[in-house]
């Protein structure tokens, strides 16, 4: 900056090409020295000039992406909501179906004929003695006297009635024709052609009959034939008497 002050006091006292610069030189020498200092300033303001540029196209190329995920998802919403909406329906119908299988098995589920805690076992199937004419044909739950029978599955009563030995006797016929026979009771809850559910009271435990006690007296009879062991007929069906 001197040599330029310098410079330009020579031009101004007069200074000749004799003495070694004209004044054209002389506003060349001044352009050279002030040059780099004003270079570096025009520098300076380009560069900044060119990183805001930069920085606003960066915003504008960020606004644009965000510009079009916000699109994209506003497009997306609808069909996303209406996938859930299907799906929360297709999960409840298998909901209410599972619901309505449960309760099928619910109601065909085979149920003891006296609630378990009442009832003791004494005679089981195939127990021989003095007691019967021939060896036992069912499974006996004694309980006192006037404790609830109640159908061990879902069926029709065929009938009611005094059946000899066996005092006040209900038959139930299940709907593939196995006959359930409830024996010695002292009072019936049915009558012919009923329509019972498993665990519906059908009579009342009673000591009528060939007995030492009061008990029913169940015998179960696939296709109304021969007996068969209640005992493993219950058990088949998830009870244990």
Same mark, same amino acid.
């Given at each position: 900056?001197?040599?330029?002050?310098?410079?330009?006091?020579?031009?101004?006292?007069?200074?000749?090409?004799?003495?070694?610069?004209?004044?054209?030189?002389?506003?060349?020498?001044?352009?050279?020295?002030?040059?780099?200092?004003?270079?570096?300033?025009?520098?300076?303001?380009?560069?900044?000039?060119?990183?805001?540029?930069?920085?606003?196209?960066?915003?504008?190329?960020?606004?644009?992406?965000?510009?079009?995920?916000?699109?994209?998802?506003?497009?997306?919403?609808?069909?996303?909501?209406?996938?859930?909406?299907?799906?929360?329906? =297709?999960?409840?119908?298998?909901?209410?179906?599972?619901?309505?299988?449960? @309760?099928?098995?619910?109601?065909?589920?085979?149920?003891?004929?006296?609630?378990?805690?009442?009832?003791?076992?004494?005679?089981?199937?195939?127990?021989?003695?003095?007691? /019967?004419?021939?060896?036992?044909?069912?499974?006996?739950?004694?309980?006192?006297?006037?404790?609830?029978?109640?159908?061990?599955?879902?069926?029709?009563?065929?009938?009611?009635? /005094?059946?000899?030995?066996?005092?006040?006797?209900?038959?139930?016929?299940?709907?593939?024709?196995?006959?359930?026979?409830?024996?010695?009771?002292?009072?019936?809850?049915?009558?012919?052609?009923?329509?019972?559910?498993? @665990?519906?009271?059908?009579?009342?435990?009673? =000591?009528?009959?060939?007995?030492?006690?009061?008990?029913?007296?169940?015998?179960?009879?696939?296709?109304?034939?021969?007996?068969?062991?209640?005992?493993?007929?219950?058990?088949?069906?998830?009870?244990?008497?």
């Amino acid at each position: 900056m001197a040599v330029a002050v310098a410079a330009l006091a020579f031009t101004a006292t007069g200074g000749s090409a004799g003495h070694g610069h004209s004044r054209a030189e002389a506003r060349t020498l001044i352009a050279g020295h002030l040059g780099p200092s004003l270079g570096s300033g025009s520098t300076s303001q380009s560069l900044s000039t060119d990183l805001l540029g930069e920085r606003k196209r960066q915003v504008s190329r960020d606004s644009q992406r965000q510009a079009m995920a916000d699109a994209a998802h506003q497009r997306l919403r609808p069909a996303t909501q209406e996938q859930g909406k299907e799906t929360n329906a =297709a999960l409840a119908k298998l909901a209410a179906s599972a619901e309505k299988q449960a @309760g099928l098995l619910a109601k065909d589920a085979w149920q003891l004929p006296v609630t378990k805690g009442v009832y003791h076992l004494t005679a089981r199937f195939g127990s021989c003695s003095g007691l /019967w004419a021939h060896c036992h044909t069912g499974l006996d739950f004694a309980a006192p006297t006037g404790t609830p029978i109640h159908a061990v599955a879902n069926g029709t009563i065929t009938k009611t009635g /005094w059946a000899g030995a066996y005092g006040n006797r209900t038959v139930e016929t299940l709907p593939d024709g196995t006959e359930l026979w409830y024996a010695h009771q002292s009072a019936f809850g049915v009558t012919p052609g009923q329509k019972v559910v498993a @665990g519906q009271e059908i009579g009342l435990v009673g =000591a009528t009959g060939n007995v030492t006690g009061p008990h029913v007296h169940l015998e179960v009879r696939p296709g109304a034939g021969d007996p068969v062991d209640p005992y493993q007929a219950l058990v088949a069906h998830g009870l244990h008497p």
